[in-house]
């Protein structure tokens, strides 16, 4: 079993800049893909970015490209979700997830961990 908790969220005017962290437990993430989900109000949760278990493959959605970095620490189990520029439409709660081996996926089902999620709030 792996445990994540994230946090990191809070409230930050449209341009600024905020660092989320997935701190996992219960077994070393080195061998799972690791990614962030979010979800507004009223909508499906949707995929944000994905990497590859050493780091070495990243994939963005479209509307996050050029402005998210996701990166990992596999020797402290965490996992990190840099967002600048950041705008109204990224307010969501951010989920990080995990699931075992090799697979870069962007769909949520096919995660088998996740995080209790934090809130990002971007104010206009």
């Known amino acids: 079993q792996v445990q994540l908790v994230e946090s990191g969220g809070g409230l930050v005017q449209a341009g600024g800049s905020l660092g989320l962290s997935c701190a996992a437990s219960g077994r070393s993430i080195s061998s799972y893909t690791m990614a962030w989900f979010r979800q507004a109000p009223g909508k499906e949760r949707g995929f944000v970015a994905v990497?590859?278990?050493?780091?070495?493959?990243?994939l963005y959605a479209n509307s996050v490209k050029g402005r998210f970095t996701i990166s990992r620490d596999n020797a402290k189990n965490t996992l990190t979700l840099q967002m600048n520029s950041l705008n109204p439409e990224d307010t969501a709660v951010y989920y990080c997830a995990a699931v075992r081996g090799g697979l870069i996926t962007t769909t949520p089902r096919r995660y088998d961990y996740w995080g209790q999620g934090t809130q990002v709030t971007v104010s206009s």
């Open positions: 990497i590859s278990g050493n780091g070495g493959h990243t």
